[in-house]
């Protein structure tokens, strides 16, 4: 049979590995690629539409080189679709599988109402989250060790499916009108309501071309890519110190499966290189990490509902969220992060970690909630389960447990810019201070302040927040939220536990030393060893997860032991 097939372009703005795209040409006599553009969803700011409308028209460029064309359509799909099944003659629809919360079913129920055959394919994630899932019992992983457990038994990811070239579209035919440009071109900015003149230097155009071409150019930095270690980057350099190629994966302009086959044959190549979780590769599998728990966690992208996330009563500060997001905190390297974001739509992952944790709960006790609807607004590369899971993990409430580890807004930028040279950059308001005073301005003598031609709390705020008392009375309520989430009783007279009740985001790699002995979990099948009528202090080690400190070994109330976190004392990054 000869179909009439769309292809509804989400994520996957690309022709090379699109399997769905294939099938679509497969056995076709009318192709109709279809973006809709539903201008009413999401939050994505200005920057982050003219990336999606540079990616629509480089999409649209690639398909007109083999005479198709890419259909735009502004609109909710649930209408969209049934007008444009009628009008098209449609037997067949095509898409890419979309991991997050979505339309697929809905979607795929309308088409089959009409008689419309759909194929799904997984193109936008290195493995199916269904199947990883499946493995685990429908249940996410919420270590990265213990996903890439599930992820060994399934061998490496799928290789790329062939691009797609004008042998696919023989015999198939794309209807172009005249008047298409006017009734299916790509809008602009101005049509979609944004403002054109609010969007920042164009660093990063959007789009498959340019998506490949970075690649490319990185693919030639061999030793760059085998020594590459992501904690060791530079969150205050100029220039990128990463590869800014989350954009390009968010959009599906770039393949992820593409990316780690590329990668792997450089490393093939190589008798030494990084390795997971620090490595490129093993940045894209904390990808597939964060993919798999938004999949497989109901209300991840919120704090109710949500089984893995901490209940934490934070504060309802309008105030000081608006001064967060418009870079006006008083903390210059706060500030030049936010002003970064603001202008460019990218910051580096540990200045994300930084502002991160000022917002919640090292300094402004805000929501981590808020917190990711600016993010989803401002970045570029805002992807739905990266976006939630690292808000996550960083507000202390999932994942990450080591919440008395606080980066410090002054001392932590100090570490790679000791003069200062980011601050100056976003912030010239400040570019005059000397070094001493360029991360804490309202420390300078007024007539340091007259000098540099900046009067703190005239030209540049002071600080809304005093950090040293604010972190540390963010770090008692943390404490106590824990404390509610998993209380230690003795164990019950006569009791002897027979399985260990640790923290469920603690690896198996955990260990545990006690005096001189040296415990792993996996060696806590029958802790008689251990006694429990009291509370054991124990130094704690994860290699994964970055949990680093003394642990609390009490007895739950269903006799069970349990490690809880015991920050004894407060403790600042810098």
């Not at 890419?70 to 898409?95: D, I, K, S």
């Not at 290195?126 to 249940?139: F, H, I, M």
């Not at 350099?237 to 499966?257: A, D, N, Q």
């Not at 709960?361 to 805000?366: A, E, T, V």
């Amino acid at each position: 049979m000869q179909h009439s097939s769309i292809h509804w372009f989400r994520k996957g703005l690309r022709l090379h590995d699109n399997p769905a795209l294939l099938a679509a040409a497969t056995d076709c006599h009318r192709l109709h690629p279809l973006f809709i553009l539903d201008p009413s969803s999401g939050r994505a700011g200005t920057n982050a539409w003219r990336f999606l409308l540079d990616a629509l028209r480089d999409l649209d460029r690639s398909l007109r080189e083999m005479g198709s064309r890419l259909f735009v359509v502004q609109g909710c799909p649930e209408e969209v679709f049934p007008r444009l099944f009628h009008a098209w003659g449609t037997t067949r629809l095509t898409f890419e599988v979309d991991t997050e919360p979505s339309r697929d079913a809905t979607v795929a129920e309308l088409a089959e109402r009409h008689g419309v055959k759909v194929i799904r394919e997984v193109s936008h994630t290195l493995y199916d989250t269904e199947r990883v899932l499946a493995l685990n019992n429908g249940k996410a992983p919420l270590t990265y060790k213990g996903l890439q457990s599930l992820l060994a038994s399934l061998g490496p990811p799928e290789k790329p499916a062939p691009t797609l070239t004008l042998e696919h579209l023989q015999g198939c035919h794309t209807p172009c009108q005249v008047s298409h440009d006017t009734e299916y071109g790509v809008p602009t900015l101005e049509e979609l309501g944004q403002d054109p003149t609010e969007v920042g230097p164009h660093l990063y155009p959007g789009g498959e071309t340019a998506a490949l071409a970075r690649l490319n150019s990185l693919m030639d930095r061999t030793a760059w890519l085998c020594d590459f270690k992501k904690p060791e980057t530079e969150p205050t350099s100029l220039s990128p110190s990463t590869t800014v190629l989350s954009p390009y994966l968010k959009f599906g302009c770039l393949s992820v499966r593409t990316f780690w086959w590329w990668l792997d044959e450089v490393y093939q190549g190589q008798r030494e290189h990084s390795q997971p979780p620090v490595s490129l590769h093993g940045q894209l599998l904390w990808r597939e990490f964060f993919y798999t728990a938004g999949a497989g966690i109901p209300n991840f992208d919120r704090m109710v509902g949500n089984p893995v996330c901490l209940q934490v009563n934070w504060d309802n500060n309008p105030q000081h969220l608006r001064a967060w997001r418009e870079g006006q905190t008083g903390y210059p390297f706060i500030d030049a992060i936010m002003t970064q974001l603001r202008t460019e739509g990218w910051i580096h992952h540990l200045a994300r970690h930084a502002v991160a944790c000022f917002l919640t709960r090292g300094d402004l006790w805000i929501s981590w909630e808020e917190g990711l609807k600016v993010f989803e607004e401002l970045l570029l590369d805002a992807d739905w389960s990266l976006n939630a899971g690292n808000w996550l993990w960083l507000s202390g409430s999932a994942f990450f447990h080591r919440y008395f580890h606080i980066y410090s807004p002054v001392a932590f930028g100090k570490k790679t810019d000791r003069d200062g040279a980011y601050i100056r950059k976003y912030l010239p308001v400040l570019k005059d201070f000397p070094a001493k005073y360029i991360y804490e301005p309202w420390k300078a003598p007024r007539a340091v302040q007259e000098q540099a031609g900046c009067l703190v709390g005239t030209h540049y705020p002071q600080p809304i927040v005093e950090h040293g008392a604010a972190s540390k009375r963010n770090l008692g309520r943390m404490k106590a939220a824990q404390s509610k989430r998993h209380p230690t009783n003795p164990s019950p007279q006569g009791t002897t536990p027979h399985w260990i009740d640790l923290h469920p985001y603690l690896s198996d790699n955990i260990i545990i030393i006690k005096g001189s002995r040296v415990i792993k979990k996996s060696q806590f099948d029958s802790p008689h060893a251990l006694t429990h009528q009291q509370q054991h202090h124990m130094e704690v080690s994860q290699q994964h997860n970055c949990v680093l400190g003394t642990v609390s070994l009490g007895w739950s109330s269903q006799g069970s032991l349990l490690l809880t976190p015991l920050p004894a004392e407060y403790e600042e990054m810098g």
